[in-house]
C-alpha cells in the first residue's frame, strides 16, 4: 500500500461486511415468513423484516463504495486523502445513522415509500455523509492526478448524491409520487452507480492485469456514453402504467432494450483485458469476483432486465415475482459483487499480509453464485406461473400464492446457501493465516 490514508477504507470495508451479513439474515427471515406466514407477524411483521433486508443492503453497498472511493483515490491521485479527520467522522456518523434508522424500524419509525423510508433525519443524515465524502474526495482530487477512473468514480458519487435528492420530494399525487420515486431508484442502479462500478471494475483490471491505462480507459468512456445514452431515457420502462402518456411505453421499450448493451460491453471489456494483460496477479481470489460481477451483472441486470422490459411483456408481468427474480440476480451481480472484488483485493493490503484463505473465498464465490442463480430460476418459475395463472387466467391473487408455494420453499433453500457462502466470505476475509502469522512476515506485497 503506497499511501497512509488508503487505511481509511478498513473500517468502511468492515462495516460492509457486518451489514452484509444482517442483510442476508434480514432475507433469510422474510424467506422464511414466506413459508410460514404468520411467524414474527406480531413482533417484527413482514414489511418491516423486508425493510431491513433492502435498506441494509443499500447501506452496505455505500459503505462499499466510501470504502473502494478512500483506498483507490490515492493511488489513481498519486497523493493522501484531503482530511483523513472527515472520512473518520462520517463513518461513525453513518454507521450511528444506520443503527438508528435500523431501531426505528423495529419500533415501527418509518416513512413508507420502498427503499426511502428513512425518516426526514435520518435522510438529512444522509446528505451530510455524503457531502462531507465529496468533499474530501473532490478535494484530494483537484490537488492530485486526474485518472479518468477517479474522476468517473467521483462523478458518478457526485450522481449519487445528486439524485438521492429526489427522496426529499414525496407529492401526494401518486402518479408524481412514483415518478420521482423512479428518479431515485432506476437512476441510481441504470445511471450513476453503473459509472461507479465501471471505474472501480477499471481500477481492479489495471492492477491486476498489468494491462496500459490507456486501453481500459477507452473502453471506460465507451461504457460511460453508453449508460448513459440508454439509462437516463430507460426510466421509461417504470412509466408504463402510472398515469404517464402512452408514448413512454416506446420511449422506456427502446431505450431500456439498450440499457443490455453497457452489461456487454462490461464483458467483452473485461474478458478481452484479461486476456491481453494476463492473470498472474497473486490475488487469484479478486480476480475471479472481477471477471465473475461482468458476467453475472449482464445476466442480472442485462438479461433478466430484458426479459420484463418491453412494454406489451410487462403488461403481464409487471410487479409478479419476474420482478424479485431480477432485482435479485442485478443487485447481487453488479453492486454485491463489485464490492465483493475491490474488498478482496483491498483486504490483504489493508491487513499487511499476502492473500491468503484464497481457496475458500473462491469456495464463497462459487457458493454465493449457485445459491443466486437458483434462488433466480426458481423465482423466475414462479412468476411464469403467477403472470399465466393470475394474469393470464385471471385467478385470485392469494390462490395463486397457494399454487406457487412449492417455489418458496425452494426460495428459502437457496437462501440458506447463500447465507452459507456469505459467511464464508467473511470469514476468509478477517481470519489471520497462521503460517504467515508465525513466520512474522509483514506486507510483502505492498512493495508491489
Ligand atoms: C444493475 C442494474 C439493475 C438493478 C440493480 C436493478 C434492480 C431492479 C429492482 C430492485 C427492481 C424492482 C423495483 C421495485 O419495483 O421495487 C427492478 C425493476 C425493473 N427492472 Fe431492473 N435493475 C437493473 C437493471 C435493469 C435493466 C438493464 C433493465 C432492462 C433491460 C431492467 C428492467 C427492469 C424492469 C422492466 C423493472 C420493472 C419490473 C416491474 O414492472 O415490476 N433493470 N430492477
Ligand atoms: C446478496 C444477496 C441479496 C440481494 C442483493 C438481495 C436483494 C433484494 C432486493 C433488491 C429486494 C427487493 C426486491 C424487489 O422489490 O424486486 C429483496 C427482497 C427480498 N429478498 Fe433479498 N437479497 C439478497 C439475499 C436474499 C436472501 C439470501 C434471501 C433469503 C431467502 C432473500 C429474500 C428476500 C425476500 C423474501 C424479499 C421480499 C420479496 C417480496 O417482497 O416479495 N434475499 N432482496
Ligand atoms: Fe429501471
Known amino acids: 500500500m503506497k499511501y497512509e490514508t488508503q487505511k481509511l477504507a478498513y473500517p468502511y470495508f468492515l462495516a460492509a461486511m457486518g451489514l452484509f451479513v444482517a442483510q442476508v439474515l434480514g432475507g433469510l427471515l422474510a424467506g422464511t415468513v414466506y413459508v410460514f406466514p404468520n411467524l414474527l407477524s406480531e413482533t417484527i411483521p413482514f414489511h418491516i423484516i423486508r425493510m431491513i433486508h433492502t435498506n441494509a443492503l443499500i447501506v452496505w453497498l455505500l459503505f462499499g463504495f466510501f470504502g473502494a472511493a478512500y483506498y483507490l483515490i490515492p493511488e489513481e491521485a498519486e497523493t493522501e486523502i484531503h482530511s483523513p479527520g472527515i472520512a473518520k467522522l462520517q463513518f461513525w456518523l453513518f454507521l450511528i445513522g444506520a443503527a438508528a434508522a435500523v431501531v426505528g424500524y423495529l419500533f415501527g419509525i418509518h416513512e413508507g415509500r420502498e427503499f ?3 425518516p426526514l433525519i435520518i435522510k438529512v443524515a444522509i446528505v451530510i455523509v455524503a457531502l462531507m465524502f465529496l468533499y474530501n474526495i473532490t478535494m484530494t482530487l483537484i490537488k492530485g492526478r486526474k485518472t479518468a477512473v477517479s474522476l ?5 458519487m457526485w450522481g449519487l448524491a445528486l ?3 429526489f427522496a426529499f420530494y414525496n407529492p401526494t399525487n401518486l402518479a408524481l409520487d412514483k415518478m420521482f420515486w423512479w428518479y431515485v431508484v432506476h437512476l441510481w442502479v441504470e445511471g450513476v452507480w453503473e459509472l461507479i462500478m465501471a471505474a472501480i471494475l477499471s481500477f481492479l483490471l489495471i492492477k491486476m492485469t498489468g494491462i496500459d491505462r490507456e486501453v481500459v480507459e477507452k473502453w471506460l468512456y465507451v461504457i460511460v456514453s453508453l449508460t448513459l445514452f440508454t439509462g437516463l431515457l430507460g426510466t421509461g420502462h417504470h412509466y408504463y402504467w402510472i398515469g404517464t402518456p402512452g408514448y413512454w411505453q416506446w420511449i422506456g421499450s427502446i431505450f431500456s432494450t439498450l440499457e443490455v448493451l453497457p452489461f456487454l460491453a462490461i464483458v467483452v471489456f ?34 433478466w432486465g430484458f426479459l420484463h422490459t418491453l412494454a406489451p411483456i410487462n403488461y403481464l408481468t409487471h410487479g ?3 420482478t424479485p427474480a431480477h432485482g435479485h440476480l442485478a443487485f447481487f451481480g453488479a453492486y454485491v459483487m463489485v464490492n465483493l472484488a475491490i474488498i478482496t483485493y483491498a483486504m490483504p493490503h489493508l491487513r499487511g499480509m499476502q492473500p491468503y484463505n484464497q481457496v475458500l473465498n473462491m469456495w464463497s464465490f462459487w457458493i454465493m453464485c449457485s445459491g443466486m442463480a437458483f434462488m433466480t430460476f426458481v423465482l ?5 406461473l403467477q403472470t399465466h395463472l393470475q394474469r393470464v387466467m385471471g385467478i385470485g391473487f392469494m390462490e395463486v400464492a397457494d399454487e406457487i408455494n412449492f ?7 437457496s437462501g440458506i446457501v447463500v447465507v452459507v457462502g456469505v459467511l464464508i466470505y467473511v470469514y476468509a476475509m478477517l481470519s489471520t493465516d497462521k503460517e504467515q502469522a508465525q513466520a512474522g512476515e509483514t506486507s510483502p506485497q505492498a512493495a508491489e
Open 380 to 384: 423466475t418459475a414462479a412468476g411464469v
Open 116 to 118: 426511502l423510508e428513512q
Open 270 to 303: 473485461t474478458f478481452m483485458i484479461v486476456r491481453k494483460g494476463g492473470r498472474n496477479h497473486p490475488n487469484q481470489a479478486a480476480l475471479l469476483w472481477t471477471m465473475g460481477c461482468a458476467v453475472m451483472a449482464f445476466f442480472g441486470a442485462g438479461v
Open 163 to 165: 439524485f438521492f435528492l
Open 320 to 322: 409478479t415475482q419476474i
Open 407 to 413: 417455489f418458496f420453499i425452494l426460495r428459502l433453500l
Open 152 to 156: 468517473i468514480l467521483t462523478i458518478g
